[in-house]
């Protein structure tokens, strides 16, 4: 989603900037720009499309100056034009970049236009270029113009400008929506993404909602909501320079896929308490005070959760309500029979979700945060963290983090049902086996890239694609449509194989290619037998299954078979052959892998 980054020191500022939002690109963008203030000139480069354009733009007309900002947009109001590309400026002497909304910017434009105002662009955020231009038109300071700027909006922001009426001077302010400063010596760094600035700062502050300030090369001047001087504290980044290198892999995605088995370790291990028990990283106290769970997240995140609803429910007998983060706070739910609400995000900044999670934190529910991200705003908000250890996800269409949630979930469903006495020691210790035998698993499934890439070929020449599975399988055949979906542009969607006859098998015609998600579950039987209607119906029929649950079909174009596992864990090593049909499929297609069209990797607006 979009980016902000900035620069205050002695150095060029540009070529740093963009090699910042270099760092930012994995987000998600549509345009990109930056303005830099040179003495009494302020430069301002902006392009359409990938930054490779707005590098070619620098070169041929380079922006001097050692103070300036950068911007990384993916629209939200108005076109994809070089015109609402950020940063904005009023009156040539403000530049202003802004990530969020400003939800009262039509009253404040038509009251700026009947001043006299030229807008240049459709955006919401231009609005803010001309606040602070009319500020400084009154002769006023940096910091009273941003003050004033302030008082005037509504909305979300994170936001950075520069002026010439304040050289060296960035002024930053945030509310819901990630911002942090930089610190080194000699020189200041701002982004709303720490990792932009790993490269060059070991240590970060983050801004907290409603703060304010002004950042000059010799560090940050933070004011809080109450405009009193705020000291916030300074954190180690914990992003290193791995996440810009794809190891040899043509995409990150691929690396992600890749990296499964280990960060399925890596995240099992962070799950181990001393005595070798799943723990999930929860002392015995917290996990007695568990009496049901609300799971809170979007897109991928979400189908991960409606996994751990079923696992949570089958092995510790608790109450679990999965719901959509962008309705939960909307519907005045009621907080029931849950004491805790497991906040699940990659991220840790979907905004969505971070709404959720406020939302019932206000209700009096104990919030959990399962993040990728450890500094994150989730991450930092929530009582207790459940890391997931899948390192950064730079792919936009989530791998690692998705299996890596599962295996948290797995972990937390396990220790729950030990500690309310719903599973038997012997039992837990079985589940504990089962569970470490899937890194190994999840490295023999890679093998089967040669098969699937055969299945793609295929599945690209249609207009649409089926996922079914039952039970624990549902969800993934729902995350199988959406990987599908989101790289390759081709149409899927993901249904319970038992509710295909309630409406979606009139879809069925000749040809049209279906998933089944099979394991030796208890539902093997039936499921088969659902597919067994599809195929009656012309259905092209491709079996992914796992401990030779694919013997009983005779009917299936192909079967991909993935090793054996305790049908429990099924969702966790069936998650990737479904990705790597996805992947296949967008090379097929020669889309984008790592940054498909209009998607974002932190998605921090509503
Ligand atoms: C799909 C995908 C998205 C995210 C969703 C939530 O591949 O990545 O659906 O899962 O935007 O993001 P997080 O987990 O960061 O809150």
């Known amino acids: 989603m979009c980016g902000i980054v900035g620069y205050t020191g002695s150095d060029t500022a540009a070529p740093l900037l963009l090699e910042a939002l270099r760092r930012l690109e994995y987000r998600g963008y549509d345009s990109a720009g930056i303005a830099a203030l040179a003495g009494d000139h302020l430069g301002l480069v902006r392009a359409v499309g990938k930054l490779d354009n707005l590098a070619a733009r620098l070169a041929e007309q380079p922006l001097a100056g050692t103070c300036g900002i950068g911007h990384t947009r993916w629209a939200t109001h108005g076109g994809v034009t070089e015109a609402n590309a950020h940063p904005h400026s009023a009156d040539g002497r403000i530049a202003v970049v802004h990530n969020g909304i400003i939800e009262n910017y039509a009253a404040l434009r038509a009251e700026l236009e009947a001043a006299g105002a030229n807008f240049a662009s459709q955006t919401d955020s231009e609005v803010l270029a001309h606040l602070f231009a009319a500020g400084f038109a009154k002769g006023l300071g940096p910091l009273a113009v941003l003050q004033g700027v302030l008082a005037r909006i509504e909305g979300a922001w994170a936001l950075a400008?520069?002026?010439?009426?304040?050289?060296?001077?960035?002024?930053?302010?945030?509310?819901?929506?990630?911002?942090?400063?930089?610190?080194?010596?000699?020189?200041?760094?701002?982004a709303s993404d720490a990792s932009a600035m790993a490269q060059n700062c070991g240590q970060v502050l983050y801004l907290k909602d409603d703060d304010y300030g002004l950042v000059t090369p010799a560090g940050p001047q933070i004011y809080d909501r109450?405009?009193?001087?705020?000291?916030?504290?300074?954190?180690?980044?914990?992003?290193?320079?791995?996440?810009?290198?794809?190891?040899?892999?043509?995409?990150?995605?691929?690396?992600?896929?890749?990296?499964?088995?280990?960060?399925?370790?890596?995240?099992?291990?962070?799950?181990?308490?001393?005595?070798?028990?799943?723990?999930?990283?929860?002392?015995?106290?917290?996990?007695k005070a568990v009496s049901g769970l609300v799971l809170l997240a979007a897109g991928t995140s979400h189908y991960a959760a409606l996994i751990g609803k079923y696992w949570i429910e089958r092995l510790a007998g608790l109450p679990v309500a999965v719901e959509l983060a962008s309705e939960y706070h909307y519907r005045q739910p009621v907080a029931g029979p849950f004491s805790h609400a497991l906040v699940i995000s990659q991220s840790g900044e979907s905004l969505d979700t971070l709404m959720a999670m406020r939302h019932a934190a206000a209700m009096g529910l104990q919030t959990l945060g399962l993040v990728n991200v450890p500094d994150s705003t989730i991450a930092r908000e929530a009582e207790a963290v459940l890391p997931t250890r899948a390192g950064p996800e730079i792919g936009v269409a989530s791998t690692k983090a998705f299996t890596a949630q599962l295996t948290v979930l797995f972990a937390v469903a396990l220790a729950l049902g030990r500690t309310h006495g719903r599973l038997e020691k012997q039992q837990a210790g079985q589940l504990h086996e089962a569970v470490l035998t899937m890194p190994g698993a999840i490295g023999r499934a890679l093998s089967c890239v040669p098969q699937i890439q055969q299945i793609?070929?295929?599945?690209?020449?249609?207009?649409?694609?089926?996922?079914?599975?039952?039970?624990?399988?549902?969800?993934?055949?729902?995350?199988?449509?959406?990987?599908?979906?989101?790289?390759?542009?081709l149409h899927a969607e993901g249904f319970a194989a038992g509710e295909m006859k309630h409406g979606p098998i009139a879809l069925i015609e000749p040809g049209l290619?279906?998933?089944?998600?099979?394991?030796?579950?208890?539902?093997?039987?039936?499921?088969?037998?659902?597919?067994?209607?599809?195929?009656?119906?012309?259905?092209?029929?491709?079996?992914?299954?796992?401990?030779?649950?694919?013997?009983?079909?005779?009917?299936?174009?192909?079967?991909?078979?993935?090793?054996?596992?305790?049908?429990?864990?099924?969702?966790?090593?069936?998650?990737?052959?479904?990705?790597?049909?996805?992947?296949?499929?967008?090379?097929?297609?020669?889309?984008?892998?790592?940054?498909?069209?209009?998607?974002?990797?932190?998605?921090?607006?509503?």
Not at 513 to 534: C, F, H, M, Y
Request: some cysteine.
């Open 161 to 190: 400008a520069v002026s010439l009426d304040a050289p060296g001077v960035i002024m930053i302010a945030r509310n819901a929506s990630p911002l942090a400063v930089g610190l080194a010596d000699g020189f200041s760094l701002i």
């Open 226 to 287: 109450n405009n009193q001087p705020a000291n916030r504290e300074a954190l180690r980044i914990s992003a290193s320079p791995v996440m810009v290198d794809k190891a040899g892999y043509r995409h990150f995605m691929e690396k992600e896929i890749h990296e499964q088995p280990d960060s399925v370790a890596h995240t099992l291990a962070a799950m181990t308490g001393p005595d070798g028990q799943l723990t999930a990283g929860l002392q015995t106290a917290q996990l």
């Open 456 to 489: 793609a070929k295929q599945l690209v020449l249609s207009h649409s694609v089926l996922f079914l599975g039952r039970d624990l399988l549902y969800p993934l055949a729902l995350e199988g449509a959406l990987k599908l979906k989101e790289i390759s542009y």
């Open 513 to 606: 290619p279906v998933i089944g998600l099979v394991s030796q579950d208890a539902l093997q039987a039936k499921t088969i037998s659902n597919l067994r209607e599809a195929e009656a119906r012309g259905a092209d029929l491709y079996l992914i299954s796992c401990g030779a649950a694919g013997e009983q079909v005779d009917f299936a174009r192909q079967i991909v078979e993935m090793p054996a596992c305790n049908p429990l864990l099924a969702p966790l090593l069936l998650a990737i052959p479904a990705q790597i049909l996805a992947w296949q499929a967008a090379l097929e297609k020669g889309t984008d892998v790592d940054q498909p069209r209009n998607l974002a990797k932190s998605v921090t607006v509503e």
